[in-house]
């Protein structure tokens, strides 16, 4: 049987989607792992508050602040690539970010298992593919670590790790 969608339909379907992956995102992941590492985190987010503007642990506090989200440990890195690659915390772009990570050689279970959410959105497929081989084909970023390079620029950083 062949539906035959109409684009708002097709359109609300996928907000539907997407709500349900951030939902589990938040419920499953996020929330549990920040009640389990409850300052455990090297670093905190009044410390990268104090940090000048423009730098990268500025722009990581700004960027959890505006989603009430508090550090998680093991997950700064996580948070950090999100502003470097210019990616943005929804579940199309975690997704989307998730590809770019895996084309660049994140083999972890957790990059596996956000992409593999990807399946629900088949209208994005195409640009995830496209993200994987910029990941594929771009330096690897597996190697920065917010706490040593907190202070650098976040223009800096993109330039080194978003070359066209």
């Keep these: 049987m062949i539906l035959n969608l109409s684009r708002k339909e097709i359109k609300k379907q996928s907000k539907i989607r997407e709500t349900l992956i951030e939902n589990l995102k938040v419920s499953i992941a996020i929330k549990p792992l920040q009640y389990l590492?409850?300052?455990?985190?090297?670093?905190?987010?009044?410390?990268?508050?104090?940090?000048?503007?423009?730098?990268?642990?500025?722009?990581?506090?700004?960027?959890?602040?505006?989603?009430?989200?508090?550090?998680i440990p093991k997950f700064e890195e996580h948070d950090m690539k999100h502003i470097i690659l210019g990616y943005s915390m929804s579940s199309i772009d975690e997704v989307r970010m998730q590809a770019?990570?895996?084309g660049n050689g994140n083999y972890s279970i957790s990059c596996i298992l956000f992409l593999t959410s990807g399946i629900l959105f088949p209208e994005h497929w195409n640009t995830f593919y496209q993200d994987y081989k910029k990941g594929k084909n771009a330096i690897s970023i597996s190697s920065l670590v917010l706490k040593k390079c907190q202070t650098e620029l976040t223009k800096d950083l993109k330039a080194i790790y978003c070359k066209k």
């Design 37 to 71: 590492f409850q300052s455990k985190s090297e670093i905190t987010l009044d410390e990268l508050s104090l940090l000048p503007e423009g730098t990268i642990g500025n722009d990581v506090f700004k960027m959890l602040n505006s989603h009430h989200l508090k550090i």
């Design 100 to 102: 770019y990570l895996f």
